[in-house]
């Protein structure tokens, strides 16, 4: 391929921005040839309409990536459970009565109780209080501590909360505390990305949910490494993707300062920290649906974990607590391309490959 | 024919459609022709039409159950792409204007709410906000052991910032710092097992005016895939562009700014 005249190349850019009660890195690479989304952009017009191709404007990366922050700020501001000004916390102060939302927040929290449902209540946006009681009420990056003044209501579920789609207003049948983390990070996620899609090739880190568009450096599919649960800098897989999101929820952030072998997801079922799996890791086609499962399949295991998955056509990869890795069917590991080769699990729905706990390896 | 659910009348017009039709062929006459092909043409629909509403009721029969198991389940997928669509059309801003202007909010809420985070153990301003807050929660004797627990990694993590620095025990001086800031533009460091972040913070007038990032040098390539007993596939070095599941960096933040902060305070 020749190279476009009209292409002018986008020099790589990196900004990171505290923001989210984490670091958010963007960087978006320079053109290449291989960047084809953009490339077949140009032709098509200067097919159409060669006249007008010189006008074209080349989007302004730093616009665009300062557009992309400010989403982040944005849905921080309104989905935020530490600060009592948030949307979200005002929303909460309103119990019985249908509130009109914004529509950020009416869609994070219907996006939010779709995937409620489909987990059988693994995922539930209403465990909010449980996370306060337990010690997670400190932002992280600022350190700001909130203390919200709600009655404990003992079962509160995702079923407490009503929306309704016509007037856009949020129904609270009980008093709770909601809490939008991950879904509200994974759609700030989203919205940068689409405000970075007309540069192509470009990556979103956000604490380690990330979402990875185009290609890297080189003209590959971005390669994304997996924490090892139980090594700082050790990785325990690492994948090619192009254009979807990759979301890891594990159990070695956040430890909780009221329990000696807490972690910051609870099993909304149990009201306690889940301990069927170590680190789950999503990868689908938007953050905000990928990093809600990653908390679900977390909750549920291995087992039932990797059978959302499958159901709902995302891939995963659950490690135990015995460090032993089940995987959806279309996950397909970076370094390994043939080790689709993977032993079939007795467990039946989940593939298992052989892990540190020393069990049989698999077929070579 | 008798399955065709268009019952004995429909067969009577058909017929006689039909049978007009061939009649009038048959009288040569060019007016007349016309008129048949069109009888013809008739009753050949009339057939097409029976057989479809049969088939139409068939493909009713199974899709039925079908189109109700896809509205029980929605696809999670399209949801969440709708979701981004809704809110991206809805037009929180369009101008750069308006994003700077949120952000610049953000930064200042961040500065107003860094102070306190960066004075870990400063038992005078936490132990009034904890009795101030406790009135409305439900568990009063809770609030305080866990609060300095919660606290605990900033405070434990803070002199291993320092011991970089020559500064030394960050929490009585910080308790005072809030004036102690000398006017200028700091820089700290912060490290973390995927790399490094410089942090730097503005005083002026004695006040934290700014605080962002200058420098985020992350190394992902030194990472070694843990390597699972069993696995005998011969790896090339490994080179990841990002990390799934990294979030140490917050930490490595977090000391670069106390890193920063302890620079202001003339050390």
Redo the contacts between chains.
Sequence with gaps: MTKNPYVRTVPPY?R????M???V?IQVVGHGPEAPQRAERISEKQEHDPQRVPDWEEPDCE?AV??A???F??I??CCTRF?PRSELMQLTARIGVPVPV???LF??L??AL??AE?SGGAFDPTVGHGME?R?F?????????V??????AASVTYRDVRLDPDSRTVLLLRPLLLDLGGVAK??AI??AA?ELAAFGNF?I?A????Y?GGC??DGAP????????R????????LRVSGCA?????DY?RRS??EVDGHHILDPRTGSSAHAAV?A?VV???A??ADA?ATAAFVLGPADGIRLLER???DGLIISPAIE?FTTRGMCSD??PG?AAILSDAQGAAHH????S?R???A? | MKDLPIGKRGLISLAVALALGITVIIVDSRWTLLVGVTFVLLATGMLIGARAARSRQQYHFIAEPEFTREKISPNLVVLSSAAVLAIYSAGYFRTRAAANRLIEQAAQQRIAALAPVNAPPSPPEIKPNQAATPSGTPTPAEPPRKKLATRAPATARAPKAASDSPADPSAPRQQASQSGYKDGTYLGWGSCPHGDIQAGVIIKRGQIVDVGITQCLTRYSCSVIKRLPGEVLDRQSVNVDVVSGATESVYAFHDAVAQALSKAQGQ
């Design positions: 990196l990171t921005v505290p923001v009660g984490t670091l890195t616009e300062d557009r922050f400010a989403w700020h944005r921080e501001a600060d914004s529509s950020i869609e994070a219907q996006f779709a995937v489909q009681t010690g009420n400190r932002e992280y990056l600022s350190g700001r501590v203390r919200s003044a709600l009655e404990p994974g759609l989203d919205m689409r990556a880190d604490g380690g949910d990330l990875l890297n450096r971005w390669s994304v490494g997996i924490r090892h649960p090594g700082d800098s050790e990785l325990i897989d690492s990759v979301c890891t929820s594990g952030e300062a009221s680190s890791t689908a086609p938007t905000m649906l499962l709902l056509g995302v890795r370094d390994t080790s490959r052989s892990g540190d020393g049989p390896g698999r070579v």
